[in-house]
């Protein structure tokens, strides 16, 4: 029974970094669950309750800058509230259009909202680029917390 939790804790952790990348993923909390399963089942003797709220923390910091990149790139260029609106509500809402969804979701929405806002197709296009970049943004910040993780986990387990 104990090879299965450990293979499933490892698998998590695999699945994880994988899903920093691959939006439908939830990559960073998969992670997370990963590393909480692997300190349960050697009985939190080298990744102890601190260093659990620090990874959990992490792992909070990580979905908060999902959620948030796209509306911060579109208001970065300026553009109205109504385009930071469409941005995270096409963040939202693209989750049910699957891959293509969750990283098309904030450009079209952050694209409308300008475009609604303004009438303006070069604000709108300014304002659809700024969210697809927010969206690379978060996909390097989410790596980062992700190494950084990994890095105190190893470190907690082999110190």
Do not use: H, Q
């Not at 299965?4 to 691959?22: D, Q």
């Not at 989410?142 to 986990?153: D, E, G, N, P, S």
């Amino acid at each position: 029974m104990n090879e299965l939790l450990w293979i499933l804790a490892w698998a998590s952790m695999l699945l994880g970094l994988l899903g920093v990348f691959l939006p439908l993923l939830p990559g960073v909390p998969l992670l997370f669950g990963g590393m909480l399963l692997a300190a349960w089942i050697d009985g939190f003797t080298r990744v102890g309750a601190w260093t659990l709220v620090a990874l959990g923390v992490m792992t909070a910091a990580a979905w908060l800058v999902e959620m948030l990149a796209s509306v911060w790139g579109v208001k970065r260029v300026g553009a109205s509230g109504l385009a930071m609106a469409g941005a995270g509500v096409g963040a939202i809402v693209g989750i049910l259009g699957g891959v293509p969804g969750v990283i098309l979701g904030p450009i079209v929405g952050a694209v409308c909202g300008e475009y609604i806002a303004r009438r303006n197709e070069r604000a709108a296009a300014r304002a659809g680029i700024a969210a697809g970049i927010g969206f690379l943004v978060a996909i390097v910040a989410k790596l980062a917390i992700a190494v950084t993780m990994l890095a105190v986990f190893a470190l907690a387990w082999f110190a």
